[in-house]
């Protein structure tokens, strides 16, 4: 990466606060974030950035036209300063997509997939998601009588083949194919992963979705492939970047975001029994075991990443014309200004209800966020109705989590299913 000591230094003399690419200390991290205001001064690799860190700022940024999705309003690649050597540019540069520009093409990208997961839609497909969680249930039990000593990993037997069985279904991936899917993107998003081998596996995914469309174009069927490929009356077709580029995108972010509401709601439950009583017994509803997870502990921690195209005044602060802006919805979530004083704390007999703004806000807000809801919804009733005792197999600050700076996601979750 070409990243010349000017913008380190500039970073580092203001006090910023370096993101862990091996997120070794997620809710001190988290904490200093919050600390360091509002609007916070991070170095990402090396690479200077601002943060949004309260929740009504970022409600506020993520309807501003000014912030932009494009990847040449950045200063520091204008200038060079960063490449595609930096380990993060794929999250940035990941091809066009409705994740990747703004506006009318934005609206024209991302109207075909939100017509995929409409509420009716949604409803459709929940048998669909039942049958494979009872699957994945049968192959929980299945490991853990297997397993010397009983111990199962929830998330690869579980949190994890669950969302990519249900987006493979709804893009029309034949299932032989998931087990590739879910090793690249979990390569992808690694940090210990060589940069040479990010950019091959990028490579890799663009030829298989290229494949896809190509099959679905001769031979459509019901599916959101298809339905991307083929243009409305009078409308104008995507073309094969574009519905690679959404397919890629939406794959990578609708899966791993349910993978971490699964896991991170399982632990959260067991690492407070008194909450997992009141919700066995039916004094809270499941809704709201999922959406204090979702504002808690946030399937993503950091998205990379807006730019500003002209400068914005944000109190006393200026976001310059240039400069690049993630939203840190972890912080965001512990806002103490948006969710009381004790925000820190898992509570999900919380008194008000819970507005956090995990599937982020305005235009670009997550389009498969009901969809993930959904899957919760079926997935956490249906595991500990299976196994009322469950129980985590390690003490909880041996779980470790996977080296993603932007996905608050674990290595493996060990787990025992019986008291």
Known sequence: MNCPHAARDAASN???VVIDPMVQDLDGETARLRDAGPLARIELLGVPALTVTRHALARQLLVDPRLVKELDAWGLWQRGEVTHEWPLIGMIDAGRSMFTVDGAEHRRLRTKTSQALTPRRLEEIRPAIEEFTGELLDALAEQAEKSKDGVVDLKSVFAQPLPMRVVGMLMGVDEAEHPMLMKRYKAFFSMLTPEEERLALLAELDVFYAALVREKTARPTDDLTSALILAEEGGEPLTEEEVVGNLKAMVAAGHETTIGLILNAVRALLTHPDQLRKVLDGEVPWEAVIEETLRWDTPTTHLLMRFATEDIQVGDA????????????????????????????????????????????????????????????????????RFPGLRAAVADDEIRKLPVMTQNDMAAFPVLLHG
């Open 14 to 16: 203001g006090g910023a």
């Open 318 to 385: 200026v976001i310059a014309k240039g400069e690049g802006v993630v939203i840190s919805y972890r912080a965001i979530g512990r806002d103490t200004e948006q969710h009381g004083t004790d925000a820190d704390a898992f509570d999900i007999t919380r008194p008000s209800p819970i507005r956090h703004m995990t599937f982020g806000h305005g235009p670009h807000i997550c389009p498969g966020a009901a969809l993930s809801r959904v899957e919760a919804r079926i997935a956490l009733p249906a595991l500990f109705g």
